[in-house]
Nanobody
Framework: QVQLVESGGGLVQAGGSLRLSCRRSRRIVGFYTMGWYRQAPGNQREMVATITSNGTTNYGDSVLGRFTISRDDDVDTVYLQMNNLKSEDTGIYYC?????WGQGTQVTVSS
């Protein structure tokens, strides 16, 4: 079992930036994939970005070119840099590793 703790959410104006962090409770040995997902009110949870332990990344179409996922295994943390935020990016952002999920962090983008 791995605990995940997200941070970095908040209120930002459209066009602004935020950086989310997801800290793992322990080191993961070997290959892994971690991801950021989000859920807006009334919508299903959707994939935002994923990253593997060898650095391969994947992005949802709506965030491609605006968001960047990265990792720092020295501090067991995955980041999500979000630039040029839009009102439709509003939602709760969750960190994920296998069947482990964080508690989520709220991102609100005002237009």
């Amino acid at each position: 079992q791995v605990q995940l703790v997200e941070s970095g959410g908040g209120l930002v104006q459209a066009g602004g930036s935020l950086r989310l962090s997801c800290r793992r409770s322990r080191r993961i040995v070997g290959f892994y994939t971690m991801g950021w997902y989000r859920q807006a009110p009334g919508n299903q949870r959707e994939m935002v970005a994923t990253i593997t332990s060898n650095g391969t990344t994947n992005y949802g179409d709506s965030v491609l070119g605006r968001f960047t996922i990265s990792r720092d295994d020295d501090v067991d943390t995955v980041y999500l840099q979000m630039n040029n935020l839009k009102s439709e990016d509003t939602g709760i952002y969750y960190c994920q590793y296998h069947n482990n999920w964080g508690q989520g962090t709220q991102v609100t983008v005002s237009s």
